[in-house]
């Protein structure tokens, strides 16, 4: 064939026009590949409405204003539990002085026994309270997810930081705790007991007051302990509250009142010698529980309330098993005859005994919250509480001393308080803190303590 046919060919045969295809939009492509609807509905993939609103909150939020609101959260935690610690160690307080000077029942080794027995209860009854939040949550899954959640926290507690390293996850941490509860409850048991002991031989406000400067020991065991920076503005708060407690324990000593007292309470400054040693162990079971026992920093408040209570019940667990040998020894000498209240004393006992589980558990969250020191001025607060209530009780007059003394005490609580928050701004302001893990975020909402 010539060329001039083949010419011929290609003119006479269609030609289909160029046209230049639009390039792909990936965004256009991945809607496109993307379906309508998802999967699996939020319930089935374990979300729920509350789940999704806490992941866009914490979406929207920046790292600073997520610290802001969580330490927010943390002191208004603090703030509940401070309330509840004052209310039921005054109601502990009468109920036991009344039990033992009015009643007669002076069993000081068994009522602390029972006392601190019945922190066995924290636990459990924080158990039912998120589970009755969470009814549709199985038991068995909701046991498990909890259980879990307590000994992840045991393990951050012995590595001593919130993020552990796939080695540090599987670590046992029973053992490890199981040594830290046992000490905590020897130091507890010594310090518990001389409150019991000078229950009868002193005033209730002596007793609270003298008890309760544990606050000046706290901060001494800190500073070596916790390594905690010493501060004048600390150092001056402490001092103030310790004044206080002279004034109210001493300052009525010239006055018609003082003289009623001292004759109500003829063993008052024996009495004061023994709840002072106790003041003296107090304080250090307080920094030994924090150094020991409560969560690293960067735990968000939910994670370290339900880690205390549980801690609180480890603490009444051995009391429990431990503590009851020395009752028959007792017994036996003729020291303290054993002798269950009855009457008006078994359920005045059950009010006091009750109170001062609320009280233990409330003051072991505020310490795991806050701090010894803290914790321990804001106790401080009972002794005006229960010089009020004897006034109200008793109907004799509040002496001049009292109302002094706790006046200076809420002073006291008032600058540390201010202090304390003062050195945590400073802290932000050096260094930022690192980000809690999800799984933290997430539990701080859904134990909705």
């Known amino acids: 064939m010539s060329q001039q046919h083949q010419r011929q060919l290609r003119s006479s045969s269609p030609r289909t026009p160029f046209v230049r295809l639009p390039s792909p939009d990936p965004e256009a492509m991945a809607s496109a590949a993307r379906p309508s609807s998802p999967l699996l509905a939020d319930v089935e993939r374990g979300r729920t ?24 959260r943390k002191y208004v935690l603090a703030a509940v539990f401070l309330l509840l610690s004052l209310v039921s160690f005054v109601v502990q307080t009468e109920t036991a002085v009344y039990i033992q000077s009015t009643l007669g029942w002076k069993k000081p080794y068994l009522m602390l026994y029972l006392t601190h027995g019945s922190w066995t209860v924290l636990w459990p009854f924080q158990l039912l309270v998120l589970k009755a939040r969470k009814p549709h949550i199985p038991w068995s899954a909701f046991l498990k997810a909890h259980i879990s959640s307590v000994r992840t926290t045991a393990r951050m507690i012995m590595a001593g930081t919130p993020h552990l390293s796939p080695a540090q996850s599987r670590l046992s941490p029973d053992v490890f705790m199981l040594r830290r509860i046992v000490g905590i409850t020897c130091a507890l048991t010594v310090a518990g007991s001389t409150w019991y002991v000078a229950v009868n031989m002193t005033t209730p406000s002596d007793l609270t007051a003298i008890y309760n400067c544990s606050a000046f020991f706290a901060y001494v065991f800190s500073i070596f302990m916790l390594h905690e920076r010493i501060r004048g503005d600390k150092i001056f708060s402490v001092v103030v509250a310790c004044v206080g407690v002279l004034i109210v324990a001493y300052g009525d000593q010239g006055s018609p009142s003082g003289e009623e007292q001292q004759e109500e309470a003829a063993n008052r400054t024996l009495g004061n010698l023994i709840i002072g040693v106790g003041s003296v162990m107090y304080g250090f079971y307080e920094v030994l529980y924090k150094k020991a026992a409560c969560p690293p920093e960067g735990i968000n408040a939910g994670r370290s309330i339900v880690f205390a209570n549980a801690v609180g019940t480890g603490l009444g667990a051995t009391t429990l098993l431990l503590l009851w040998i020395p009752i028959p020894l007792l017994h036996l000498i003729g020291l303290e005859p054993f002798e269950l209240p009855h009457g008006q004393a078994a359920w005045l006992m059950c009010i006091s005994v009750l109170s001062n589980a609320v009280f233990s558990g409330s003051f072991l969250v505020l310490i795991s919250l806050t701090s010894p020191v803290l914790s321990s001025v804001a106790a401080l607060l009972t002794i005006f509480l229960v010089a009020i209530t004897d006034w109200i009780l008793t109907e004799k007059p509040l002496t001049p001393a009292a109302v002094m003394g706790g006046v200076v005490i809420c002073v006291a609580f008032f600058l540390l308080a201010w202090s304390t928050y003062r050195e945590m701004s400073e802290d932000w302001g050096v260094s930022d803190r690192k980000k809690e893990d999800d799984d933290d975020e997430v539990w701080s909402e859904e134990e909705d303590v």
């Open 49 to 72: 409405l509350a789940f999704d609103r806490q992941r866009r909150s914490l979406r929207s939020r920046s790292p600073s204003a997520a610290k802001e609101a969580a330490t927010k």
